[in-house]
């Protein structure tokens, strides 16, 4: 069974761990085999 992630494509998040962390992006993808994200980043 897989993990319901309430984010959707198009959404703006922040990263909260690794290298980019306290970053922002927008979704572009979202991978829900791997609970991953593919985003565009707005502020470095």
Do not use: C, F, P
Not at 1 to 12: A, E, F, R, S
Not at 34 to 39: E, Q
């Amino acid at each position: 069974m897989q993990k319901k992630l309430h984010i959707k494509v198009g959404d703006t998040v922040r990263v909260i761990a690794g290298e980019s962390r306290n970053n922002e992006g927008k979704v572009l993808r979202i991978d829900r085999a791997k609970v991953a994200l593919l985003l565009k980043m707005l502020t470095l």
